[in-house]
């Protein structure tokens, strides 16, 4: 599935954005590590979700994304599994 989407995709393999053999672009783990914020700057959510959790801080905002319609020209796919909610329970 991955060497289809990143060496067999011709709408991906004709990208400007595609960086050689193997490259997906911003897709799944690049969107949970590297998210892109609007300064420009990035964000791990993953990062966030665990240091929070283990900290005991729970709320609403503890989401990960992958779903990022902003980039969807950068990767090779859009994602089927897009978002994972975290809690605290107990």
């Not at 991906?12 to 897709?27: A, I, K, S, Y």
């Amino acid at each position: 599935t991955w060497d289809a989407n990143a060496n067999e995709n011709n709408a991906w393999l004709n990208n400007p954005n595609r960086q050689g053999e193997d490259d997906m672009g911003r897709v799944y783990g690049v969107q949970g590590r590297s998210w892109q914020k609007p300064d420009g700057s990035h964000l791990d959510q993953l990062k966030k979700v665990i240091n929070n959790l283990s900290k005991g801080i729970d709320d609403r905002g503890e989401i990960v994304t992958f779903y990022n319609p902003g980039e969807f020209e950068l990767g090779c796919l859009r994602p089927c599994m897009h978002t994972h909610n975290f809690s605290l329970l107990g």
